[in-house]
């Protein structure tokens, strides 16, 4: 049987002073950057197999990866609950009701790596253990670790499942009848695990005395490693307009149809598939892809009659994106029309940027500049669940570590140690730099 999510567990504070609960050497605990990764290492091993990560959400081995997290904080004095999405709250209470939230996810796609997700979650109790320490388990403000439920999408397609709930941009109806690749529904899956789709609005009353928001990822992507530099402040996520584009032609006998006459969808899909490189390279941080293309009747001896693609273009700048769509739109009418073709758009799915708040920008690049000595900034491509929470308007920010290769999603996505400690180590001094602030 798996766990249900609905009932609180609340760890009374019955345990001793922090100094009964560890083995402290010097005065205060100090933060532990090499405790976490080896948790990291020790989650791996126990919910990856030959192929990586298979901590997908809604599963057995998610649910065994949230069973094992506890063990890890069970000894603070701490309450836990799950909302009514599914997604894990750590809270140590502090002097005051306003929170700093600290968060991330643990599960995975599948045959993932060991850090995308889980790097954020671990490094996230590391500081709240520094928190219970220091303050002898009341800070001055509230601290919650946030574990958020669904934040791949890997298994029914819809990410940030979890954070939307709690932001209030769910998608309830849409959501609900999505299936995986076994039939089975979204909603049902969600029961299984204790979470009822229809009390998602009630993931909403967690952002209740929510002062600000910080969340610790891997780039998963080779901007750092290329300027050689362990971290980044992330400025915001990208915009994102993604849409299906199909190309109407003839379909006709490729051996019988003269060059000259054909009406091939594909190949003006096949154009404008080059020409959004170009329309991209314009923008400094702009990207563009294609990519999935079906053809029809798609043999060898028919021409194509209509070709199916998806385009999704992203950019930080909300009129840069704008305006790479409209070239889009532009050119793929041009490369129609010398095809003796039509084509028709049909949006998918949109979101639009989210900057990060200047603020806690610039506690970031300063932590950073203390940790590791040079700071660098630059936008998310990839989705995550800090552009929720940020549209929920709490304040918020993202750090960077870089990714070997610019590899994720993958179960060779690494990166070094010292760059992990590092890391870590920041994410502490942002997470005080903030809780002053708060203050």
Known sequence: MLKAYGADVKLQDAMGSPRDRYDITTNKMPLNPQRAIAELKELHALTSDENGAQRVAWTDTWIKARDWFRTKWQDLPVEQHYDAAGNNYITLKGESEKALLLGSHLDSVPNGGWLDGS????????????????????????????????????????????????????????????????????????????????????????????????????????????????????????????HAVTFHGQEAHSGSTPMNVRRDALAAAAKLALEIRPIAKKYSDAVSTMGSLKTFPGIVTAVVGRCETTLDQRDLDASVLAAMNQEARDASLRFAQEEGCTVEWSRIWSIEPVPFHPTLVQFCQKAIEETAGTSHSLPSGPLHDAAEVSRAGIPSVMMFVQSLGGISHNKIEDTREEHLAFAITALDKLATKTAQWIV
């Open 119 to 242: 790097l954020g979650m671990l490094a996230g109790l590391e500081i709240l253990r520094r928190f219970t320490e220091e303050y002898n388990g009341r800070p001055p403000i509230t601290i919650r670790l946030v574990d958020w439920a669904d934040e791949e999408g890997a298994r029914f397609g819809r990410s940030l499942l979890g954070s939307s709930a709690f932001a209030g941009t769910h998608s309830i109806a849409a959501d609900r009848v999505r299936t995986d690749r076994d039939g089975a529904r979204l909603e049902d899956a969600l029961r299984r695990c204790g979470v009822e789709i229809d009390r998602f609005p009630e993931a909403e009353r967690e952002r209740q005395n929510a002062a600000a928001y910080l969340e610790l990822h891997i780039e998963q992507g080779p901007v750092l490693e290329r300027l050689h530099l362990p971290l980044a402040v992330v400025l915001g996520t990208k915009g994102v307009e993604r």
